[in-house]
């Protein structure tokens, strides 16, 4: 990918020398697009990141973990707008085409001596960093960094699509305890870039659930410098690149959802056969967000009763007696009646599996929609328990 660098490093803001400060700078200016979190509690640099999108440039995006700057008050603020200026110092560009994000523990004041001994240190390193590096810096309860990258070309010019996210937990739609940076050297204004990126955000961080809860400091950035070849010239190239970039965040989505904390089972709840949009889209929302019918897949338990009681109590329209329900190809609900213990027995065998589907047919509409989400076992207790001590 042409123009784009990531570096990240240990700047002591986590313990025991773990990466924590992370950069991307693109060597020229880039379109920007952003998303943020619909929780009405925002994180300081959610504040500031909403001020810069309005100006649809940026080169370089500076990234903390160990602290969210949550609940830090106008402090907060001048902290995450001192971090651009020492970023846009010592990269002498403008202040205004740096992007702050973090990530961590609510509540803490940011450690500013810290951010004003690693940011140099991190800048004059940039040449010998890499994307992993910066994928790692960004981590909390995270097990594995998470990366995509795709490549295509539009009229035979090539560009390529990366994507780097952070998410584990605090995992509910609009959006989610995530960090989501994309860059691509394709040439595309910010005026198309955004309708782009919340079109492809909705069809994938808002259709993922770990545990019900949405967070603070929930950013998806998308970056592109145009320093490939590659050029949006119509609402074809649009099509195309809308199809690359869904790809990408749907991929990232799943290993986030597969990363959730304690999390051993991957499903997604399909529901169909909906009287109106809303009505797929709630109905499938509220199973996946619903404990019990978490609870019941790390049990592997095939607790059907558990599925139609979430659907339910989901404000759509449900008549009990048309409920088909399935565990992949296996029918364990025909018409509102249960098919017996062999079919549950088959049932049994599918929840086995680490990835699975659920399809619950309301029978009374033509409409439908899905969501990812994962089991809850012992381990997500015991992580958030833990997780400031």
């Not at 924590?20 to 994180?43: P, Q």
């Not at 929930?218 to 099509?239: P, Y």
């Not at 969501?371 to 001590?389: E, G, H, K, M, W």
């Amino acid at each position: 990918m042409e123009g784009f660098k990531f570096h990240g490093i240990a700047s002591g803001i986590k313990p025991c020398n773990q990466l924590d400060l992370g950069i991307i700078f693109s060597e020229k200016t880039a379109s920007m697009a952003a998303v943020f979190t619909k929780n009405k509690v925002i994180a300081a640099p959610v504040v500031l990141g909403k001020e810069r999108l309005k100006h649809g440039v940026c080169q370089a995006i500076l990234v903390n973990s160990g602290n969210a700057n949550c609940f830090t008050g106008e402090q907060g603020v001048k902290d995450s707008v001192e971090s651009a200026r020492i970023v846009s110092n010592k990269l002498e560009i403008p202040e205004k085409l740096v992007f702050i994000a973090s990530t961590g523990v609510i509540g803490q004041p940011l450690p500013m001596e810290k951010f004003a001994r690693g940011i140099p240190l991190l800048i004059q390193s940039i040449d010998s960093g890499n994307i992993d590096n910066f994928a790692k810096a960004i981590l909390t309860t995270d097990t594995q960094t998470k990366k995509i990258i795709v490549k295509s070309d539009i009229n035979g010019n090539e560009y390529t699509i990366t994507g780097i996210a952070k998410g584990s937990g605090m995992i509910k739609p609009d959006l989610a305890t995530l960090l989501v940076f994309i860059c691509s050297d394709i040439k595309i204004p910010s005026s198309v870039l955004q309708p782009v990126l919340e079109k492809a955000c909705d069809r994938s961080f808002n259709r993922i659930s770990i545990d019900g809860d949405t967070s603070t400091n929930d950013t998806v950035v998308c970056l592109a410098n145009g320093m490939s070849q590659a050029s949006i010239k119509d609402k074809v190239d649009i099509d195309k690149f809308q199809k690359n970039l869904d790809k990408v965040l749907f991929d990232l989505s799943k290993k986030i959802v597969k990363d959730g904390e304690g999390a051993t089972k991957l499903a997604r709840i399909i529901v169909k056969g909906a009287q109106t949009p809303e009505d797929a889209f709630q109905t499938a929302q509220t199973i996946a967000n619903s404990n019990l019918v978490k609870t019941a897949l790390f049990g592997e338990d095939p607790n059907w009763g558990r599925i139609a009681a979430a659907a339910g109590r989901s404000g759509s329209k449900v008549v009990m007696e048309k409920i088909d329900l399935q565990f992949n190809d296996v029918v364990i609900v025909d018409k509102g009646q249960w098919c017996g213990k062999d079919a549950e027995d088959q049932a049994d065998i599918v929840l086995k599996k680490d990835e699975f589907d659920i399809t619950l047919n309301l029978n009374i509409g033509k409409y439908e929609d899905y969501f990812l989400f994962c089991d809850f076992s012992q381990l997500y207790v015991t992580i958030n328990a833990d997780y400031r001590s």
